[in-house]
């Protein structure tokens, strides 16, 4: 796998180190500081989750990408909570690591489209609240507003009329209560789609 992904980034980011399980993953992000660790959840000895929860309370500021086989919403949110900046799924790698990796570099959260309706159902229940039930479409357009893309950029992005684009805006409004932009952001924000 970690053959696999060396060749996946070649050219795409420099790969400082490697490791085999939570500990040696410790070490070596306190050795090297990188800008990005990618992570399985599962980890021999110490998970994942558990070595980025010991590397963010020492203060490493590294963003933790989750590349697993878990397709839990609710491991996926509480991975999200407790501070990392992508969840993807291994067998969706070779498309959306790359992405994923530009996203968390500029600001953002990536989280895999394949999971973000229940991942946000997820930490919709974990708060208390019950989170309307959005589209895969919606949460799309949600995504991309709150990255800070213009209409026009996300008709292009999801290959749809700005038109329709619009009317999803106007859905989300209206779904979610909400009256502006601003409003959207913060919603996606709070449900761990992008970094505030």
């Known amino acids: ?30 050795q090297h500081r990188p800008d990005i660790i990618v ?69 953002h959260t990536y989280l895999t489209p394949l999971m973000t309706r229940d991942v946000l159902w997820a930490i919709g229940e974990q708060d208390g609240v019950q989170s309307p039930a959005l589209t895969p479409r919606q949460l799309d357009v949600l995504r991309l507003i709150a990255q800070g893309k213009r209409m026009k950029e996300i008709a292009s992005e999801l290959n749809i009329s700005v038109r329709t684009v619009e009317t999803h805006k106007q859905d989300l409004l209206q779904t979610l209560s909400l009256e502006t932009t601003a409003d959207l952001i913060k919603f996606a924000v709070r449900q761990g789609l992008v970094d505030g």
């Not at 696999?4 to 992000?29: K, P």
């Open 39 to 107: 992570s399985d959840i599962n980890m021999p000895g110490m998970s994942g989750l558990d070595a980025m929860r010991r590397l963010k309370a020492d203060g490493l500021r590294s963003k933790f990408i989750f590349l697993t086989l878990h397709t839990d919403s609710r491991l996926a949110s509480e991975a999200m909570r407790a501070g990392a900046s992508g969840y993807l799924l291994k067998h969706a790698a070779a498309e959306e690591l790359i992405e994923a990796i530009h996203a968390v570099m500029a600001g």
């Open 1 to 30: 796998m970690v053959q696999g992904l060396g060749r996946l980034l070649e050219g795409e980011a420099e790969i400082v180190a490697t490791a085999s399980d939570g500990q040696q993953l410790v070490e070596r992000a306190r």
